[in-house]
């Protein structure tokens, strides 16, 4: 790893642990002057350590990917004000999550027939049985649906890679699953109003290491590739 993207991964790690200890002493206000830094400077440690070697459109793709969570980040900031505001949250990490799945899915190759109906049934399936416990009404209901589909489309991407034996495929598994675990613990609070100790403190480290295992497993293996 280069000097300058190990200092810019430090400054990341210190915002990220400085927001999820503030949140875990109950301190809800200085966190949101910390949060919308966190992804900018995860995106610059990721384009420090593939720049300038890597100079294909990946690095671009994932910049895009981070602009478009940070901008999650800070729509999910005013959501208590209104459901326009969650809806740009959510709308805005789907976006983010396509623009992943647009290095996650070339970077596996051609899938067989076989792949490609588990890395489209799989995912569909599982939002299936998961959405209707929460009783959304539409277009909640409908939005959610799809941002569950793309998020389990990235773990999915995962697996299919470590059945391929790809490297780094394990943290994007990782990335996935925490990813869907952060997600809902927002969603079992906004919809069915369970709340819990530390939950907006599990909820920010659980999102961090999500974004971590998944940015790094993109950079490390658009690396290797080129070397």
């Known amino acids: 790893m280069k000097t300058r993207s190990k200092i810019l991964f430090c400054i990341f790690l210190l915002l990220g642990l400085a927001d999820v200890l503030l949140l875990a002493f109950g301190n809800e206000t200085a966190p949101r002057y910390v949060k919308p830094f966190l992804m900018p400077f995860l ?9 300038p070697e890597n100079s294909g459109r990946m690095p671009l793709l994932l910049a895009i990917g981070l602009l478009f969570h940070t901008a999650g980040d800070i729509f999910l900031l005013f959501d208590s004000h209104g459901f326009v505001w969650f809806a740009l949250g959510l709308g805005s990490f789907l976006v983010g999550h396509l623009f992943y ?8 190759g051609k899938l067989s027939y076989k792949e490609s109906m588990t890395a489209g049934l799989a995912p569909l399936a599982a939002v299936a049985l998961i959405v209707p416990f929460f009783k959304l009404e539409w277009p909640l209901n409908a939005a959610v649906t799809v941002y569950g589909f793309v998020l389990l489309c990235v773990a999915t991407c995962g697996v299919i890679g470590a059945l391929r034996k790809m490297k780094y495929s394990g943290w994007i598994i990782a990335g996935g699953i925490f990813f869907i675990i952060s997600d809902a613990l927002i969603a ?27 940015v790094g497993a993109m950079v490390s293996r658009e690396k290797s590739a080129v070397e």
Do not use: W
């Open 43 to 51: 995106c610059a440690t990721a384009l420090s350590e593939l720049l």
């Open 101 to 108: 799945l647009s290095i996650l899915i070339p970077s596996l």
């Open 188 to 214: 079992v609070n906004s919809f069915l109003g369970i709340d819990f100790p530390l939950r907006h403190s599990i909820d920010m480290a659980t999102y961090l290491f999500a974004e971590c295992c998944l």
